[in-house]
């Protein structure tokens, strides 16, 4: 089993029959105690109740080998400075606005070039493949980074499974479209929904992971939940959130930020010191948590992931290609 | 009213706004000691030292339109000590840019100002406000005469560029930078709206 059961009471213990039936609603009222007692299949379709209140542990993953050993930025942090403009433009709004998100029930579809289209729910993508904890650096574009244990697997595994076919020579993430539970949507700042693109090797490479955790726990909604991408090899846009549909393509996906700035957010957007932006320095970075009086630091090629990743781009024009 | 009650009053009013002026550096230094400004505390220090200039360029500039509209003639009496405040607020801006976001890091500095727009018009107008501050004295003006007001004509070309600083730097939602761009061309608005009504009445007149 997948999450972490917190009690050992059984429902029927703390929970009348009459409760029981009306549990939908008592438990959006009684919130995430009431919630996590009453058994694991619950909370999970009803993981939204939950997720404004409460934090549902993830019970079974793995160390990787691809983790860094640097120190964690606290949780306080990666939970509430987040660029997620489907709930605001302010780094603080995606932690505020985010509460009435609902991350279940979700079904993800694949599309495109594969054998079959197919759908999958958010349970059985858990089940897909052992979850690992992968303790990643992530640069965002602006300047800023942190050092973050997410938990998942990687990208590879789901893409087996969704038997692409030989025209497939990109991957193209697409995430949720609805200004109900996304407020920032309504206001246009980019071309909803939120379009992200690998290339396929970029998406097959092991390091590419499909998170569903962090720090241990489900994936909070303003970090993308119930499943994101994590590339940590490019800047932070390009971890697309809260994924509805993979679509593999023949052509290069036209994602987002390049419709919103073709200029400024390129589609690799490899993290590359020597490559500047037109409005931040490349060359340094603020890692987050470090408090007032922390120099930067100097920005890695490929974010320190050149040794698993350069191969990828060897022969290509990283100026051009930016 | 007499003219001692007058100034008596623009003296109180003077030390209301001098240390009202002073609240959001208090709030800064509250929030640094009680470890709330937030995961980038140095964003969000550069930032507010920034909003706050750009709020006091915008009070300085609103006293003349004031005085316009109103026919209170002392409105002008505040228009230093704002004017005053914005380079304040301007140089906890720079020092926060300088020594907290860039450990005074010359080179690193100097290459984020000429690669990067917003950042070069943001350190221009500052350069700019320089000349303002050092010519603000009673002396001063004196001594300038007709080149004072000549100089500090300045302050215009300085709320363009800081205007074009924050709408720059914005990475996509530009309504905050919007409204004070707004605001900004309003107060020149009003004045050309004031020059061309007087400059119509008096030609009224003359005929």
């Known amino acids: 089993m997948l999450i972490h059961k917190q009690s050992d009471i059984i429902p029927s213990e703390i929970t009348s029959k009459e409760t029981f039936e009306n549990r939908r609603t008592l438990i959006k009222a009684a919130g995430a105690s009431l919630l996590t007692a009453s058994g694991i299949f619950t909370g999970f379709i009803n993981g939204s109740a939950n997720a404004a209140s409460g934090r549902q542990k993830i019970n079974a993953y793995a160390k990787s080998k691809y983790s860094t050993d640097e120190k964690l930025t606290p949780y306080e942090d990666v939970t509430s400075y987040n660029n997620y403009y489907e709930f605001g433009t302010s780094k603080t709004d995606p932690s505020i606005e985010s509460r009435l998100f609902k991350p279940a029930p979700w079904t993800v579809s694949i599309e495109g070039a594969v054998k079959k289209n197919k759908q999958i729910s958010i349970e059985d993508i858990f089940k897909l493949a052992p979850l690992e904890e992968r303790i990643y650096r992530m640069r965002c574009v602006e300047g800023w980074s942190m050092v973050i244990p997410w938990v998942g697997f990687s990208l590879a595994k789901l893409i087996q499974w969704a038997e692409p076919t030989a025209n497939a020579k990109y991957v193209e993430f697409t995430s949720l479209s609805d200004d109900l539970m996304m407020p920032g949507q309504r206001m246009r700042v980019l071309d909803w929904p939120y379009v992200e693109g690998l290339r396929m090797d970029e998406a097959m490479n092991p390091l590419t992971l499909l998170a569903v955790g962090l720090y241990g726990e489900m994936l909070p909604n303003q970090n993308g939940a119930p499943m994101r991408l994590v590339v940590p090899w490019k800047y932070g846009f390009k971890g697309a959130k809260a994924i509805v549909k993979i679509r593999f393509t023949e052509n290069m996906p036209k994602t987002a930020w390049m419709k919103a700035g073709p200029n400024e957010y390129g589609f690799y957007a490899n993290v590359n010191p020597t490559v500047d932006h037109p409005r931040w320095t490349q060359s340094s970075e603020r890692r987050i948590g470090g408090g007032l009086f922390t120099p930067r630091i100097k920005t890695q090629m490929f974010n320190g992931y050149a040794e698993q990743v350069g191969q990828l781009y060897s022969g290509m024009d990283l100026i051009k290609n930016f | ?207």
């Not at chain 2, 339109?65 to 140089?91: H, T």
Request: hydrophobic letters at 55%; aromatic letters at 16%.
């Open chain 2, 1 to 207: 009213m007499s003219d001692k009650f007058t100034k008596s009053l623009i003296i109180k009013f003077k030390i209301i706004i001098f240390l009202l002026s002073l609240i959001p550096l208090c709030r800064l230094i509250f929030l640094g000691f009680n470890d709330a400004l937030g995961a980038n505390p140095i964003e969000f220090i550069e930032r507010s030292t920034g909003t706050w200039a750009l709020v006091f360029l915008m009070l300085t500039l609103s006293m003349t339109p004031f005085r316009q509209w109103s026919g209170i003639n002392s409105f002008i009496q505040y228009r230093r000590m704002l004017g005053l405040y914005m380079f304040f607020y301007a140089n906890l801006h720079i020092i926060s840019y300088v020594w907290l976001d860039h450990w005074f890091d010359l080179s690193e500095i100097s290459k984020d100002i000429t690669k990067h727009p917003f950042v070069l018009v943001g350190f221009t107008a500052f350069l700019l406000s320089i000349p303002l501050a050092i010519t603000s004295t009673k002396a001063m003006m004196k001594r300038l005469g007709g080149c004072w007001k000549l100089l500090h004509k300045l302050i215009y070309l300085i709320g363009l560029l800081a205007v074009l600083h924050f709408l720059w730097l914005v990475k996509k939602d530009h309504t905050e930078p919007l409204v004070y761009a707004s605001i900004f061309f309003s107060l020149i608005a009003l004045r050309f709206v004031y020059k061309y009504r007087t400059h119509f009445k008096l030609s009224v007149i003359r005929r």
